[in-house]
């Protein structure tokens, strides 16, 4: 059986429901599943648990399903560029797990390698290990963290064959290979699909078994959170480009 959808609501099809937990590849805007993420937020489900390095920005990314009040509790390392999350935050409408962001990819890790739980000196001492187990090793404390299993992972990468062998472009790689790990099941869209033997083994980041549906990404704008440029003029004079 095929694992290529025609859409991404067609690639989340049967999958999605009240109150599952989501795992999303992506840094900020930076290799987001920008079509998965839209098409969850069209389907209409709600009470979601969001795994991700952060909650994208207001109205893009992620944001959007912050926008339609699809998220109850997101598990994220970094949330500082969503104004509105952090009102539904303060006002007590969402809950919100903070996990110091090694930790948050060692969990994700940890949750497609069938480890259930492992243990860190990062957080020792701190709000994050409030009400954890600790242990000592070798001198040293350690708390006990929990790996993350999601119900579906949704990912995004640069170049898939048919089989959902994935590899991805340079910072887009960031989150979404321990994301794709993670899920129960794991949606991938793509901006490259090619036939099974056209990808070289030597560049396949994640093997084709962890995809159970792939589907084309729609070419789009790929946005920036902050855009910061020095006037041409700023610009030492090996630097300078022509007018």
């Known amino acids: 059986m095929t694992k290529l959808q025609a859409t991404a609501a067609a690639a989340l099809e049967g999958v999605l429901q009240d109150g599952m937990t989501l795992a999303v590849g992506g840094f900020g805007l930076s290799g987001i599943p920008a079509d998965l993420i839209e098409a969850v937020r069209d389907s209409g489900v709600k009470d979601l648990t969001v795994v991700s390095n952060n909650m994208g920005v207001d109205g893009k990314g992620l944001g959007i399903l912050i926008d339609a009040g699809r998220v109850r509790k997101v598990i994220a390392s970094y949330v500082g560029e969503n104004k509105l999350f952090a009102e539904q935050y303060l006002a007590g409408k969402l809950e919100v797990e903070f996990t110091p962001q090694g930790t948050l990819a060692e969990r994700l890790r940890a949750g497609g390698a069938g480890i259930p739980a492992f243990y ?10 409030e009400g954890k187990p600790h242990e000592v090793f070798d001198g040293e404390t350690y708390v006990r963290e929990r790996a993350i299993r999601a119900d579906v992972a949704l990912v995004h ?10 590899i991805y472009r340079y910072t887009a790689r960031n989150f979404n290979p321990v994301v794709a790990t993670a899920g129960v099941l794991t949606i991938a869209e793509a901006e490259v699909i090619v036939e099974p033997g056209q990808l070289d083994p030597n560049h396949i980041v994640t093997p084709g078994v962890y995809v159970q549906r792939l589907v084309q990404a729609r070419d789009r704008v790929k946005d920036i ?3 910061t440029v020095r006037p041409a003029s700023n610009l030492p004079a090996s630097e300078a480009v022509p007018a």
Do not use: F, M
């Not at 860190?120 to 290990?129: C, D, P, Q, S």
């Not at 990468?157 to 994935?166: Q, R």
């Open 157 to 166: 990468a640069h170049t898939a064959d048919t089989d959902g062998n994935l």
């Open 225 to 227: 959170e902050q855009r």
């Open 120 to 129: 860190t000196r990062t957080g020792v001492g701190t709000l994050v290990a």
